[in-house]
């Protein structure tokens, strides 16, 4: 992983997200004020709980457990503060569609366990952790703290705030881009589930070749899926985790009638982001499988297309 060119990408984001917010920015009443300072305070609650228990059990998935589910608070919680408006009221349902089915595809991982704080951790996360730049208990501790447990959480708020500056424009009626919104969110949502269910197929039946003792043949002694959504792109989960939220921020933007405004920070960070975890997996994967890199060749890494020749 090129960690100087994520730092890069995450600086130069930090720094333009705040002069847009300046320029187009609309300013809170009393109300909405609330609002944030309720989610805020939940936020923080949620920091601290990732940390804290990711430090006493080692395990860093904490964020990766709660990932599709506080959106759904956050999303809900705006929406009482708005009397359960139509256009909130969809907002919140769409999310919760998309939570629950996140947390469907991270339950098959073994992600959940009746102690909730225990279960698999993210094989990102082992790998990174044996890097030497982070054998230093100390170091690893702020990585936790900053990114893991902080940055990822606030994101986690940022994402999901277009549902606060619909609050802003409550009284705007639902139009043709809401419902826009709401197909694309949707559309999104179903190509991520395609894309996840054919991912875990494949993976599932290698690991039980491989538990079975036997010989890996064809795609399964490749070691990696390039067939049906991922033909097209290396990351079509990813893919379609990015627009889901893209599409999420449309909501504000028909609310508002601001193509561009403050909550456009989420998405844009969430795609900064992506940017850096695919350089980190596939990092790993041209480190396992010698035909990876000819895969990254002829496919594209996120947006859909036909493979070059």
Request: charged share 15%; proline share 4%.
């Amino acid at each position: 992983m090129n960690i100087i060119k994520v730092a890069t990408l995450l600086i130069t984001t930090l720094l333009v997200v705040p002069i847009i917010s300046y320029f187009f920015g609309t300013p809170l009443n009393e109300t909405e004020w609330l609002a944030l300072k309720t989610v805020l305070y939940i936020n923080l609650g949620v920091i601290i709980y990732c940390f804290v228990i990711g430090e006493l059990t080692d395990n860093k998935s904490q964020v990766d457990k709660l990932w599709s589910l506080i959106p759904i608070a956050y999303t809900w919680v705006i929406t009482d503060f708005g009397n359960y408006s139509p256009r909130l009221i969809l907002m919140s349902i769409l999310v919760t569609i998309w939570g629950i089915r996140l947390t469907y595809n991270f339950s098959r991982h073994g992600a959940f366990t009746i102690r909730f704080w225990e279960g698999t951790e993210d094989y990102r996360w082992q790998v990174l952790r044996s890097k030497p730049e982070f054998q230093a208990k100390w170091k690893w501790t702020l990585f936790n703290l900053f990114f893991i447990s902080g940055y990822q959480n606030i994101l986690i708020l940022l994402f999901t705030l277009p549902v606060l500056v619909a609050l802003q424009f409550n009284e705007t009626p639902l139009g043709f881009l809401d419902y826009l919104a709401a197909g694309f969110m949707l559309f999104f949502v179903v190509y991520e589930t395609i894309a996840d269910e054919q991912h875990w197929r494949f993976q599932s039946k290698k690991h039980q070749m491989i538990r079975n003792n036997e010989p890996l043949t064809g795609d399964y002694k490749k070691g990696f899926l390039d067939k049906g959504l991922w033909a097209f792109s290396r990351h079509p989960n990813y893919f379609a985790e990015q627009s889901v939220w893209v599409s999420f921020y449309l909501f504000s933007v028909s609310a508002s009638g601001q193509w561009i405004n403050w909550s456009i920070a989420g998405c844009l960070l969430l795609i900064v982001l992506f940017q850096g975890s695919s350089d980190f997996s596939e990092e790993i994967s041209n480190s396992k499988y010698p035909k990876y890199k000819e895969y990254q060749k002829k496919v594209s890494r996120f947006f859909p297309l036909k493979s070059k020749k």
